[in-house]
């Protein structure tokens, strides 16, 4: 079936880059999410990138395709305090109403 | 435009006590689903409903019931609360499911139920 997987943790520190992984299994999967949650929020779409493209930018945000692997990267250039929330990668397999989420990703900034 | 709401934000349930949660969206949405997300977990589908009328069961339906009488509402029902029901719930809505089809997430509803 189809699974999204994802590390839980990632501590970095303010001003560095960060880069989020996430792999799925579904090869048919047609669009791939990056999701923000901050603490007590629902989830808010951060960026997607359809799956013939390999890279998509968007100012600080960075998302990598590697669609022979089935891996998805977030890249946050210039990381801040406000970046701190959970990160959830996501695929639409293409059928009916189906988003599949990854676990989360929590993000966490150092001084 | 609100977005979705949802509504309440945080219920105490005792085992066996029945309650709807709520969730509305003003945005003329098809689209609107229900998901629970457990702590460290990502999130897990309930219920979805494609307009007005229709509904259909996602990944853990079992303990719930939707309905579906107008574009804007989308009430989740449970039954007989259990502690396995304990969860924060989310609803979200989405113009489509082709295209990017980003769904628009509610607040959501924290539940404990001892």
């Known amino acids: 079936g189809e699974d999204v997987e994802q590390s839980l943790f990632l501590s970095v520190r303010e001003g560095d880059s960060s880069v989020i992984n996430c792999t799925y299994t579904d090869s048919s999967s047609t669009y791939l999410y990056w999701y923000k949650q901050e603490p007590g929020a629902g989830l808010q779409l951060l960026t997607y990138i359809f799956s013939n493209m390999d890279m998509k930018q968007d100012q600080r945000l960075t998302v990598l395709l590697n669609k022979k692997d089935k891996h998805l990267s977030l890249r946050i250039a210039d990381t801040q305090t406000g970046d701190s929330a959970i990160y959830f990668c996501a695929e639409s397999p293409g059928s009916a109403s189906k988003i599949i989420f990854g676990s989360g990703t929590r993000l966490s900034i150092r001084p | 435009n609100a977005g979705v709401t949802q509504t309440p934000k945080f219920r105490i349930l005792k085992i066996g006590q029945s309650m709807t949660l709520q969730c509305a969206q003003d945005m003329n949405h098809n689209y609107m689903y229900w998901y629970r997300q457990d702590p460290g977990m990502g999130l897990k589908l309930i219920y979805y409903s494609v307009g007005a009328g229709i509904t259909d069961k996602g990944e853990v339906p079992n303990g719930y019931n939707v309905s579906r009488s107008t574009t804007e509402d989308f009430p989740l029902r449970l039954e007989l609360a259990a502690p396995s029901q304990t969860s924060v719930y989310f609803c979200?809505?989405?113009?489509?499911?082709?295209?990017?089809?980003?769904?628009?997430f509610g607040p959501g509803t924290r539940l404990t139920v001892t």
């Open positions: 979200a809505s989405s113009r489509q499911t082709s295209g990017s089809g980003e769904q628009y």
